[in-house]
């Protein structure tokens, strides 16, 4: 019995039970599973393996394994988000934390496209392509855990594209487009080569530094906005002519606030904008920003940890959890909206024109066809990383999904996805972090074990569902149909609370952040984790700073005000994946810090 009820799935499956004959039944199977597993460990498979992973020199054939594996399973996607116990509840939840956090940041991605490149991309554009690519995606993905969209390295490349364009001539539109067409052949071919296999060398240490790139980006991509208010509202040339009509013109705030603003605001993030030199002093509008921003990150982090509180009943808390964030974008989306509504906070730019056409190849030139292929092949590394990234931290061994994975084939059905965006001039869009493995853990059932007095969540069961990505693009779609009337109602300042949310919510269970909290832990205070006992200490600081330097090197290339620098950043990720961070001891390769995941 020891054995049996170690079993996760048999716990999570014996609490869900409803009579005597499914608690039988289910003891009954999971003893069975067990015997069977035993008698396949007598045997040798390590030669099987081997001859059964797909090889460079076969085409197609990881494509092929791929729709093999999933097909089966395919109806299942749709039933298991709707069948069984808290089934239901799971979906509309998730699925209404999906929508707020796809629809917000494409409307923030598409303003600075607009900004960036004169209208040609606009708002109106990512959330036609978000929908029906998302909708594609969700369908015919082999892996529908994972979320698709624009993000904001696709919406650096497009202004590394805009500038290139800009240098030689070229027309923009066209000119994106044929790189988006460069990037989909070369996704083609990296399937049809089984180049995805090439994952299994990535190590956990991989998806933590670049899990933790995102947080950063996320992080500053917010601090920046609010310097930018700041600047704009706060210490502004009205403002500073206010000061010395009252005589504070040496205060504090010049000594201090406007040098640390203005470091905040140097070039640290890619939405730059101009301050003019006539604008009010409104210093009101910032602090409101401030209060916004902060107050919609402390709502959504306290109502997803209310499950770890002792108030109200189990199912109530996780009820609070499963919606922290869209309650969060409400509550302060009415305060500053409705509330403070004599504080002029600046919308966000909408018409709710649809004008969408073929793109007109016509106008490039030979050599400008040839040349995107170049910034097409560069693209394409971004996103075969990129993807393949989020789709092995949906697939990691602690979210026990049971229906396997589809590297290959995701990878075509995004080149072919992006191909159709291209042509109609529409933005790109890939897997996304944090959104993936959040999207997991919305959709799991939980249990706290507790190992030496210390408590830990670990995730039991994952309704592996097609469902609340559908329904999430369906809402979508369906609100861009009224969104000028809406947007007005929220604020900017909500949009970075929830990119601060999902910087904070995606470091959970995140091993590098825990051993860099460790770097300033009093020892005693060490948690009793596997890897701190199994791992000396020295050799795992040791680890931890290999991570941060690895982690600088990303936030520089990242981060750098150079264009032309940034185009180098997904071949930089790429030699990070490639055995970037040994493990700190030769065994147990799937527990300890850097262990590598596992491909198949």
């Not at 014996?14 to 599973?33: F, N, P, T």
Request: proline share 5%; with cysteine.
């Amino acid at each position: 019995y020891v054995t049996l009820f170690s079993d996760m799935s048999l716990r999570h499956s014996l609490l869900e039970s409803q009579v005597d004959l499914e608690v039988k039944a289910y003891i009954r199977k999971a003893a069975h599973d067990i015997s069977n597993r035993e008698e396949k460990a007598e045997i040798d498979m390590s030669k099987t393996e081997a001859d059964n992973e797909p090889s460079f020199l076969q085409p197609f054939r990881g494509i092929r394994d791929d729709l093999a594996g999933r097909l089966p399973y395919y109806w299942s996607d749709y039933k298991d988000g709707v069948v069984g116990p808290k089934s239901l509840q799971k979906t509309i939840s998730t699925t209404f934390f999906l929508y707020f956090s796809i629809i917000l940041p494409a409307i923030a991605f598409g303003n600075l496209q607009d900004d960036n490149t004169g209208g040609d991309i606009n708002v109106e554009k990512i959330l036609v392509g978000q929908v029906c690519g998302g909708l594609i995606f969700s369908i015919f993905a082999g892996q529908p855990l994972v979320v698709v969209m624009t993000t904001a390295p696709l919406v650096l490349f497009t202004k590394i594209i805009l500038l290139v364009a800009k240098d030689f001539g070229f027309s923009f539109l066209p000119f994106f487009a044929m790189v988006g067409l460069w990037n989909s052949f070369f996704l083609i071919i990296y399937a049809t080569f089984n180049l995805s296999k090439l994952m299994k060398y990535s190590s956990r240490s991989t998806e933590e530094t670049f899990g933790n790139f995102i947080s950063i980006a996320l992080t500053v991509d917010a601090m920046k906005h609010l310097a930018g208010s700041f600047k704009a509202n706060y210490n502004n040339a009205a403002c500073e002519l206010e000061d010395i009509k009252n005589g504070h013109h040496h205060t504090i705030n010049e000594t201090l606030v406007n040098p640390l603003l203005s470091a905040m605001s140097h070039n640290i993030t890619k939405r730059a904008a101009e301050v003019p030199d006539d604008l009010p002093c409104q210093r009101e509008v910032s602090l409101l920003y401030l209060i916004l921003m902060l107050g919609t990150v402390w709502l959504g982090v306290s109502l997803f940890d209310f499950v770890k509180t002792p108030y109200l009943s189990s199912r109530r808390r996780e009820l609070l959890s499963d919606y922290a964030l869209p309650v969060a974008v409400i509550v302060f989306s009415i305060l500053g909206s409705v509330v403070f509504n004599r504080v002029a906070l600046d919308p966000f730019k909408f018409e709710g024109k649809f004008n969408i056409t073929l793109v007109p190849f016509e106008e490039l030139t030979v050599g400008a066809v040839f040349f995107a292929a170049l910034l097409g092949f560069s693209l394409s590394i971004l996103f075969f990383m990129d993807q393949n990234i989020s789709a092995a931290m949906v697939n990691s061994p602690e979210n026990h999904l049971k229906k396997g994975n589809a590297y290959h084939w995701d990878l075509v059905v995004v080149a072919l996805i992006n191909a159709v965006l291209s042509i109609f001039g529409l933005p790109f869009m890939h897997a996304v972090l944090p959104h993936s493995p959040l999207h997991v853990q919305c959709l799991a059932d939980k249990e706290t074990r507790v190992t030496n007095g210390y408590a830990r969540d670990v995730v039991t069961y994952v309704r592996e569902t097609r469902l609340t990505n559908i329904f999430s693009n369906i809402l979508i779609g369906i609100t861009m149909l009224f969104l000028q009337y809406i947007l007005p109602y929220i604020p900017k300042a909500v949009l970075d609370g929830l990119f601060l949310y999902m910087a904070v919510t995606a470091l959970y269970g995140n091993q590098m952040f825990e051993r860099v909290t460790l770097l300033v832990t009093e020892q005693a205070a060490y948690p009793p984790n596997h890897y701190i006992k199994r791992v000396p200490q020295r050799k795992m600081h040791t680890f931890t700073a290999c991570q941060l330097v690895n982690l600088l090197v990303l936030c520089v290339f990242g981060f750098t005000p150079w264009p032309y620098i940034k185009m180098i950043f997904p071949v930089v990720l790429a030699c990070f994946s490639s055995n970037q961070a040994q493990d700190p001891t030769p065994t147990d390769r799937a527990e300890v810090p850097g262990g590598h995941r596992p491909y198949y």
